[in-house]
T-cell receptor, first 112, second 114 residues
Framework: GDSVTQMEGPVTLSEEAFLTINCTYT??????LFWYVQYPGEGLQLLLK?????DKGSNKGFEATYRKETTSFHLEKGSVQVSDSAVYFC???????????FGKGTRLHILP | KAGVTQTPRYLIKTRGQQVTLSCSPI?????VSWYQQTPGQGLQFLFE???????NKGNFPGRFSGRQFSNSRSEMNVSTLELGDSALYLC?????????????FGNGTRLTVT
């Protein structure tokens, strides 16, 4: 079945470091891909999305490129801030009427 | 525009009881999805309702049920509660019929079963 695998956390970085969170997927068809972020005590918020191969989603300094050949959608940010500390979820949906399938989440800690 | 509202925010129940959680979607959204979030399992999909019909269903036992009303508000019911049902229950709404429409989440209901 369709699934998302993302790197185990927690990931701990110093402020201004470069961030990569790996995400790979398995899906029948051509899914849309998403990154969501969850801050403490809150629900998930959409961070960025990409709908077809080679699309790049970006928001708040975060970027991810839809790589069909490697079935990946890695999240990157050039310089992280303490305020980026949160749990990040990679997700996919194959069709408009399908459920969205989430990875298990990666907790990110940024040290000042 | 108001976001997704879930009530109550916290619940404490005893094993064997039942519980009803409520979700009010963003105005205009016709799809409501429910997820269970636990530290060990991450986000597990429960079900999705679109225009009052269950459109997708996850792999949860029949003790977990839901419904959607004509105004798109949704309720989730869990009967005969077990300790393992302790979790954060998240509701999310979307248009449901538009390509690449993302989910908009509420802040969740934290259920503790003792």
């Amino acid at each position: 079945g369709d699934s998302v695998t993302q790197m185990e956390g927690p990931v701990t970085l110093s402020e201004e470091a470069f961030l990569t969170i790996n995400c790979t997927y398995t899906a029948t068809g051509y899914p849309s891909l998403f990154w969501y972020v969850q801050y403490p005590g809150e629900g998930l918020q959409l961070l960025l999305k990409a709908t077809k191969a080679d699309d790049k989603g970006s928001n708040k300094g975060f970027e991810a490129t839809y790589r069909k050949e490697t079935t990946s959608f890695h999240l990157e940010k050039g310089s992280v801030q303490v305020s980026d500390s949160a749990v990040y979820f990679c997700a996919l949906r194959v069709e408009v009427w399908d459920k969205i399938i989430f990875g298990k989440g990666t907790r990110l800690h940024i040290l000042p | 525009k108001a976001g997704v509202t879930q009530t109550p925010r916290y619940l404490i129940k005893t094993r064997g009881q039942q519980v009803t959680l409520s979700c009010s979607p963003i105005s205009g959204h016709r799809s409501v999805s429910w997820y269970q979030q636990t530290p060990g399992q991450g986000l597990q999909f429960l079900f999705e309702y679109f225009s009052e019909t269950q459109r997708n269903k996850g792999n949860f036992p029949g003790r977990f049920s839901g419904r959607q009303f004509s105004n798109s508000r949704s309720e989730m019911n869990v009967s005969t509660l077990e300790l393992g049902d302790s979790a954060l229950y998240l509701c999310a709404s979307s248009w449901g019929d538009r390509d690449n429409s993302p989910l908009h989440f509420g802040n969740g209901t934290r259920l503790t079963v003792t």
